[in-house]
């Protein structure tokens, strides 16, 4: 055997010296932030933080839990949108299909508009169904539109997840004689989340920002009070606040999904 | 050395956001053989878009107006409210002829012309409304639309602080929530009221009242907005403002839209 066996990888190559254009990519990025943050201490006015720190924080509270309930909701939803999905039935197939194909292929705005002032139209037929208290709310038409929309994007999520669970693992459950209960939630679906929580973190990201449009609905978000400060001060830091506060909610979000990740996979590392 | 330049660079970067943040040109040198004017097209009967989508309104046959005697070359473009006063100071267009009072607030941002109207805010409510008067006590609890970024959004929250005031992006939103039974109250211009009660799609509602205009909220009536050093048309304006109130081509437009005078008091020293 000689030392050129030609089944063995090649050794990883040195990691190459930065070459003039990556020096230059890098150079515009550090000048850029250097940039940024020499403007923004030059703009940066404290007063206002007294003027507007209160209402960024209950802004940033309506973000979280606008987007955190509506995520559940969403969520529950999207059970049966998967089944329906991976269903034999024809018509279960066809709905569910239906529901996804709507919501992903139409723009959030324009179903947070349907619902607000669409659904405002038939005030009286809500109100004789007893539902007019929820549509009469923004927060709650929000909710509403932001659920249905992430409900079919974490139907396909789901979907995904659980057909990418072998089909030994549903064979080896049956010869164990359990029912297809039980294979689904206790070997199935904790299989399929592990391999579905980038995906779900993903979602909540996009959520995160995409709930901003509910500030055009009245809904005084992190963006609708970071609207308000503006509209008083015309001054473009209010959004660079809105910026930071949202970076920070990702941020904070990609930390916790390293985190399960980390601790949900202890059983893969070796 | 490669740092050095890095560093070089972010400078100048810098340096140059910096000279763009505090440049203030003055356009004495300037040649105002045409004008370009921004408005919103969604304010009724001041401006708006018709059904072959002209501009049109009490706002644009003004500016065309001024532009005729100035013997000045206008077009109009339509901005979103919001954006407004970010795209004069961006130079998307020269003047604002929107309905814009002239206010404390946004004179730190641009100047304006001496006033070409002035009329008092109004409050409209839905006709079997149980509200019998525009005060804090009567409106306790109550919601009230205005448009965002509005003189009148903001005399209302000074004005009934224990209501609850919700904004829309334009005017004809607000119009379809308290259609729609969502909003117990309106805030606006009054002739905007007024004109919007008397059509088809203000059926549903009554004028409840006019309102005094606190002139530290709504400072002094509206005017023409323009960049802060661009004293030559600011003054073009404010000649060719006086000429049409005394030629009677003010008069004529106003008439053409309003059956009481606009113009308000005469400004007291200018």
């Given at each position: 055997m000689s030392g050129n066996h030609p089944f063995i990888a090649a050794p990883i190559a040195p990691r190459q010296p930065l070459k003039i254009a990556g020096l230059i990519a890098i150079g515009v990025w550090i000048a850029a932030a250097i940039a940024f943050a020499v403007y923004f201490t030059h703009v940066f006015d404290a007063t206002l933080i007294e003027r507007f720190g209160w209402s960024y924080l209950s802004g940033l509270w309506v973000t979280v839990s606008l987007v955190t309930v509506s995520f559940l909701c969403g969520a529950i939803v999207s059970l049966p949108v998967a089944l329906g999905r991976m269903a034999t039935n024809k018509l279960a197939r066809g709905l569910a299909f239906a529901f996804v194909y709507f919501f992903r292929g139409t723009p959030l705005i324009a179903q947070i508009f349907l619902v607000y002032y669409g659904f405002g139209e038939f005030r009286g037929f809500f109100e004789s169904i007893g539902l007019w208290w929820f549509f009469r709310e923004a927060w709650y038409c929000g909710l509403f539109s932001l659920a249905l929309n992430t409900a079919a994007y974490q139907a396909e999520i789901l979907r995904g997840a659980i057909e990418s669970v072998p089909k030994g693992q549903w064979e080896g459950g049956r010869s164990l004689g359990l029912s297809r209960t039980v294979i689904f939630f206790k070997i199935v679906i904790p299989q399929a989340m592990v391999v579905a929580l980038r995906p779900y973190a993903n979602e909540i990201i996009l959520m995160i920002k995409a709930s901003a449009i509910v500030a055009i609905i009245t809904v005084y978000d992190l963006f609708g009070e970071t609207r308000q400060a503006y509209s008083r001060t015309y001054d473009f830091q209010t959004y660079v606040w809105a910026a930071l506060l949202y970076l920070a909610l990702v941020e904070a979000l990609r930390h916790l999904t390293n985190f399960a990740e980390r601790r949900l996979t202890r059983h893969l590392r070796r | 050395m490669r740092l050095v330049h890095t560093i070089a660079l972010a400078a100048a970067v810098s340096a140059i956001l910096a000279g763009s943040a505090v440049a203030q040109e003055s356009?004495?040198?300037?040649?105002?053989s045409t004008v370009k004017i921004g408005t919103e097209?969604?304010?009724?009967?001041f401006n708006f878009l018709d059904a072959g989508g002209n501009l049109k309104g009490f706002d644009v046959d003004i500016a065309q107006a001024l532009c005729d005697h100035m013997k000045v070359k206008c077009t109009f473009v339509t901005q979103d409210w919001d954006g407004m006063i970010p795209a004069l100071k961006n130079s998307n267009f020269d003047a604002i002829a929107a309905s814009m009072s002239i206010t404390p607030e946004r004179e730190k941002q641009i100047t304006f012309s001496n006033k070409y109207y002035q009329t008092p805010p109004a409050i409209a409510v839905p006709?079997?409304?149980?509200?019998?008067?525009?005060t804090d006590t009567a409106l306790k609890g109550k919601t009230i639309g205005a448009q965002v970024s509005t003189t009148h959004a903001q005399a209302a929250q000074a004005l009934f602080p224990d209501a609850d005031i919700k904004q829309y992006p334009t005017a004809e939103e607000y119009k379809l929530d308290i259609e729609n039974g969502r909003l117990d109250a309106v805030m606006d211009d009054v002739v905007v009221l007024t004109e919007w009660v008397k059509s088809k799609e203000g059926a549903c509602c009554k004028i409840l009242g006019t309102l005094p205009a606190d002139p530290k909220i709504y400072g002094k009536g509206v005017g023409i907005g323009l960049r802060q050093g661009d004293d030559k048309l600011k003054a073009m304006f404010n000649k060719a403002i006086v000429a049409i109130r005394q030629d009677g081509t003010y008069k004529k437009i106003q008439d053409k839209y309003f059956d009481f005078d606009v113009y308000g008091a005469e400004p007291t020293a200018q």
């Open positions: - | 356009d004495a040198g300037k040649d105002w097209g969604a304010y009724p009967p006709k079997d409304s149980d509200i019998k008067e525009a």
